[in-house]
């Protein structure tokens, strides 16, 4: 049995890829830290983490190690939850991108709500921009959200992504026309990282579609309308990558990060973390 003090440590390491940070971030030193870590290391038998005077990462061991830990530790705030006789009460005001509506998110809040009946979860879908500035203005308590990878340290990292081009399976672009784009109405990362992308590759482009949800883009790329820009782990099956068949420019990575307001109630919010953390970010099936 591993102890949830040494993964709720290792976690913060494995997240902040720093002792010091880690330490920071739980209230205890940096000595600590490491010995927590080795006393994990030694139950897993296992070498779980690899420092240097430069650099903290994880092994291929702790990277499985990080998603264990994640599950125990919300099971282990399930089960307190459940037994303590102290039900959790409140409003959660939770807002998610739209396009992260279509993972495992939806059988995440569900669950969620079997384990805290009373909170009030209140649920924004839009795209990642608006649920920023509804977080900062206080209408928000949680958001999740996509941003370019390593643009801030703001958040909590759920997993990372690269964003591809999808077309449908029968679509065709001919040499030297201008690519055929469906895109988000501006503001939008999707759409900034697309229209950046052709131009600074001498690309000529033109907007078939606008749209200001996932699901008229993907109604528009269904229905051979041109191409988008989508993070690759989340394509619908019946799409497919064409950024090689028509030799569209990368796009670059990003991340899924959770952001909370620091007003916000912190004991559903810390739940409702730990749900999603332990989960990641998987196509719903």
């Given at each position: 049995?591993?102890?949830?003090a040494l993964?709720?440590?290792?976690?913060?390491?494995?997240e902040?890829r720093s002792?010091t940070?880690?330490?920071?971030r739980l209230?205890?030193?940096?000595?600590?830290?490491?010995q927590?870590?080795g006393?994990?290391?030694?139950?897993?038998?296992?070498?779980l983490v690899v420092?240097?005077?430069?650099?903290v990462?994880l092994?291929d061991?702790?990277?499985?190690?990080?998603g264990?830990a994640?599950t125990?530790?919300a099971?282990?705030s399930?089960?307190?939850s459940?037994f303590?006789?102290?039900?959790?009460?409140?409003?959660?005001?939770?807002?998610?991108?739209?396009d992260l509506?279509?993972?495992?998110?939806?059988?995440?809040?569900?669950?969620?709500?079997q384990l805290?009946p009373?909170?009030?979860?209140?649920?924004t879908?839009?795209?990642s921009?608006p649920?920023?500035r509804r977080?900062?203005?206080g209408?928000?308590?949680?958001i999740f959200?996509k941003q370019?990878?390593?643009?801030s340290d703001?958040g909590?990292r759920v997993?990372?992504?690269t964003m591809v081009?999808?077309g449908q399976?029968?679509l065709?672009?001919e040499?030297?026309r201008?690519v055929?784009?469906?895109?988000?109405?501006?503001?939008?990362l999707s759409r900034?990282?697309?229209?950046g992308?052709l131009e600074a590759?001498?690309?000529?482009?033109?907007?078939t579609c606008n749209?200001?949800d996932?699901?008229g883009?993907?109604?528009?790329?269904?229905?051979?309308?041109?191409?988008a820009?989508?993070?690759?782990?989340?394509?619908p099956?019946d799409?497919?990558?064409v950024?090689?068949?028509?030799?569209l420019?990368?796009?670059?990575d990003?991340d899924y990060?959770?952001?909370?307001?620091?007003?916000?109630?912190?004991e559903?919010?810390?739940?409702l973390?730990?749900?999603?953390?332990s989960?990641g970010?998987?196509?719903?099936?």
């Amino acid at each position: 049995m591993f102890d949830p003090a040494l993964l709720t440590t290792f976690l913060a390491v494995a997240e902040t890829r720093s002792f010091t940070a880690a330490g920071l971030r739980l209230g205890i030193s940096q000595q600590t830290v490491s010995q927590h870590v080795g006393r994990l290391e030694k139950a897993a038998g296992r070498t779980l983490v690899v420092r240097d005077t430069r650099d903290v990462r994880l092994t291929d061991d702790g990277d499985a190690m990080a998603g264990f830990a994640r599950t125990i530790l919300a099971a282990h705030s399930a089960a307190e939850s459940w037994f303590s006789g102290s039900a959790m009460r409140g409003r959660l005001r939770f807002g998610a991108a739209d396009d992260l509506a279509i993972t495992q998110l939806p059988r995440i809040l569900r669950h969620f709500r079997q384990l805290h009946p009373d909170v009030d979860l209140e649920l924004t879908v839009n795209q990642s921009g608006p649920l920023r500035r509804r977080l900062a203005s206080g209408h928000l308590d949680l958001i999740f959200v996509k941003q370019t990878a390593g643009e801030s340290d703001e958040g909590r990292r759920v997993a990372g992504d690269t964003m591809v081009w999808i077309g449908q399976e029968k679509l065709q672009v001919e040499p030297g026309r201008p690519v055929p784009l469906i895109a988000y109405q501006a503001p939008s990362l999707s759409r900034q990282l697309a229209i950046g992308a052709l131009e600074a590759s001498g690309r000529t482009w033109r907007i078939t579609c606008n749209t200001r949800d996932v699901n008229g883009v993907l109604a528009a790329v269904r229905a051979g309308m041109g191409v988008a820009v989508f993070p690759f782990s989340l394509i619908p099956t019946d799409l497919v990558k064409v950024s090689d068949r028509f030799s569209l420019p990368a796009l670059g990575d990003v991340d899924y990060v959770l952001v909370a307001n620091p007003a916000a109630p912190r004991e559903p919010v810390e739940a409702l973390t730990s749900a999603i953390m332990s989960r990641g970010v998987r196509r719903a099936v």
